[in-house]
């Protein structure tokens, strides 16, 4: 056996896979700037970066994916557990052992005439009790510079493996060798084979044939919350699809909200919001824009912590006006996936700048006709910038026990039904709700669009176990004496008859997270309704906003029939969980049907 490392156990992993995958040479990572450098300075001459101009955007690169590699390939995307049960209706499951044996096959020389990085990371602040050690393998060096923004990549972590610290095994190949004298394609990729598989049960990832995203940085989706989920369900804790904010009060008051929104719904842009100048005084910090780690405190109250470290933010539609935070963030120091790039180095994406420059190549790489109406970026084009680098970053963003919650938001995407704004009456009907919830479908994951689709607690894609379990797991810290956070339902995306968004969204949210936090503090009315509590047009500081008593109505009206309708289409979806859902959850819409068909 070949020493690569000091530890036993990772000393054989590595030799487990180079065996198998046979890569040219091995390469430990250490995370330094150097290191960092070299690799962009490889993928340039590769051609895979192209280098952005340096006094406009300094460090940062831009590049484009094989057009069959751009988004998460959720039919392709596997949770290999022993019980198929363990699983639930809502992943694809297979059997571990039969799942390996394909997997083997797929990956034999599959790193011929490549590099094999071997990354260590840590997900979460190294050293905080909340924090997760993961070694990823790769043969993509995109994925390694990628990870050094998204992850904490650190010696120190092979130090704490050492110490007997466990860790998640995470390989990724590109599933494309390079075989004698093959010129290597911009963008390695496997066009036709695609392999997302999670062993929860042996904290294990295998991911194969996709450079992208979630697919390849296997921090993020894979570790960060399929296998993360699993873990916390075994270990009593929350492992969330959610952005944290931090959001203070002229007093100097502060609290923490934990907000689930489905992909491609705005997190980032609602985790950096900017209040409107009339709301002076009050400010929105940014602990994490995508997942949230949960524990509970000895004090009986929800701490959180982002276990990531930097931002992989949908770039279309960031701009000066919808995230002026985002786009300081990603000034510098960024790559840049899927974006149109000029000529001189400048990138462009759709809501960028209102007109396109005159000369742009699109995501293809192609030089755009500016008689097409064909898109410049890909609609999940990606910005991967350091979250230090947010100018509303919150200074207890890395806090090694995390910040406290006082409210969580589970935000669907409806063009109907669906209020502004809901509190929940309590706990479990929050969770009633944040289950229940749906979304029409985005970018973010390969599909049909428009679609409405049941994405409960925006976790749908990521939980990695039977998310009836997940469900009873949320309940079950309801019995328990703690400090339960209030529970909020938002909806940004209402259509007026004529199909145009009601709400304006943006910093303009900053009036209902006033209310919520009021709310929290007793401060603040609502109106007992049928299916939860609501504000008033009046309980909602409007400023000088031109949003009416006509507008605010037509976004929160209930009306009975398609809310009777909805209440159905829940019941549907208990079925679809063969009934394994917590017997609280009936008993909730037994009581929603009798209270909307009394009023
Ligand atoms: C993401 C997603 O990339 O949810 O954050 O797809
Ligand atoms: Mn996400």
Known sequence: MKHFVDNHNLNEYINDVVEIVNPDQVVICDGSESEYKNLCTKLVNSGTFIALDKDKWPNCYACNSDPSDVARVE?????????????????????????????????????????MYIIPFCMGPIGSSFSKYGIQITDSPYVVVNMHITTRVHPTVLKKINEGYEFVKCLHSLGAPLLDKQVDKKW????????????????EIISYGSGYGGNALLG?????????????????WLSEHMLIMGIENPQGEKKYFAAAFPSACGKTNFSMLIPPKELDGWKITTVGDDIAWIKLGSDGVFYAVNPENGFFGVAPGTNESTNPNAIATLSANTIFTNVGVTPDGDVWWEGLTKQPPSIVYNWKGELHDTNSDQKIAHPNARFSSPAIQCPSIDPNWESFEGVPISAFIFGGRRSASIPLILESFNWNHGVYNAA?????????????QGVVRRDPFAMLPFCGYNMAN????????????IKLPKIYNVNWFRKDSAGKFIWPGFSENMRILKWIFQRINGKANALNTSIGYMPSYEDIDWGTTNFNKDDFNSIMSINKDEWLNELNLHLELFKKYNNQIPDEFYDINFNLQKSMKAD
Request: charged content about 25%; hydrophobic content about 30%.
């Open 75 to 115: 039919d392709r995307t596997f949770i290999c557990t022993t019980n198929k049960d363990d699983v639930g209706p809502t992943n694809n499951w297979e059997d571990p052992a039969k799942m390996k044996h394909q997997l083997s096959a797929l990956l034999k020389d599959s790193m011929t005439g490549r590099t």
């Open 188 to 203: 390695p990729c496997n066009p036709t084979v695609k392999y997302i598989c999670h062993f929860p049960e042996t904290n």
């Open 220 to 236: 993020k989706k894979c570790f960060g919350l399929r296998i993360s989920s699993y873990m916390a369900y075994k270990q009593g």
């Open 436 to 448: 229940t919830m749906a979304s029409e479908t985005t970018a973010a994951a390969f599909g049909e």
């Open 470 to 481: 997940y469900f009873k797991h949320w309940i079950g810290f309801g019995e328990r004496k």
